[in-house]
């Protein structure tokens, strides 16, 4: 990715990013993006280090700090610092209804020429039955467990 957005720090800013680094009182990742945006700085009391160096010291890729120094450049310093959050939340793919059903099937007897259910079992048999079009066992594995439902 080219060099295309230069960080230029105010001794405000540095000062605020020298903090939030030296305090040991922010997240990890609020962390290396203060230190990745100090390397970068290539204002009058910044020395700046190459994407690729500030990448390898702070165990990120490259990419990770060329989209730091991005949103730094186009937003501000709050917003470079700062997740997004999420543009729509994650709807859930399955219900109650879903895991009431899976439980009442894991209830039931095993099916011929098994002592009891699977995860895997369980989850075909979903399927099969037309209760869903696709269901992973991780899927069926956490709704279990969700529900305190045990298979021994």
Same mark, same amino acid.
């Given at each position: 990715?080219?060099? @295309?957005?230069?960080?230029?720090?105010?001794?405000?800013?540095?000062?605020? #990013?020298?903090?939030? /680094?030296?305090?040991?009182?922010?997240?990890?990742?609020? $962390?290396?993006?203060?230190?990745?945006? #100090?390397?970068?700085?290539?204002?009058?009391?910044?020395?700046?280090?190459?994407?690729?160096?500030? =990448?390898?010291? #702070?165990?990120?890729?490259?990419?990770?700090?060329?989209? #730091?120094?991005?949103? $730094?450049?186009?937003?501000?310093?709050?917003?470079? +610092?700062? !997740?997004?959050?999420? @543009?729509?939340?994650?709807?859930?793919? $399955?219900?109650? %209804?879903?895991?009431? !059903?899976?439980?009442?099937?894991?209830?039931?007897? /095993?099916?011929?020429?098994? %002592? !009891?259910?699977?995860?895997?079992?369980? =989850?075909?048999? +979903?399927? =099969?039955?037309?209760?869903?079009?696709?269901?992973?066992?991780?899927?069926?594995?956490?709704?279990?467990?969700?529900?305190?439902?045990?298979?021994?």
């Amino acid at each position: 990715m080219a060099n @295309r957005y230069k960080v230029t720090l105010t001794k405000a800013e540095r000062a605020q #990013l020298t903090e939030l /680094a030296r305090s040991g009182k922010s997240t990890a990742a609020k $962390f290396i993006y203060a230190r990745a945006l #100090l390397l970068c700085d290539a204002g009058e009391l910044g020395d700046p280090w190459t994407v690729a160096d500030v =990448a390898s010291a #702070l165990g990120v890729t490259a990419r990770t700090v060329e989209h #730091l120094k991005q949103r $730094f450049v186009e937003e501000g310093l709050e917003a470079a +610092l700062a !997740r997004k959050p999420p @543009r729509k939340p994650r709807e859930a793919t $399955f219900d109650g %209804q879903f895991d009431a !059903r899976l439980t009442a099937l894991a209830c039931s007897r /095993a099916p011929a020429g098994y %002592q !009891r259910w699977t995860v895997r079992l369980l =989850a075909d048999k +979903l399927v =099969a039955l037309k209760i869903v079009d696709a269901v992973s066992t991780m899927t069926v594995q956490r709704s279990l467990k969700k529900t305190n439902c045990s298979l021994t």
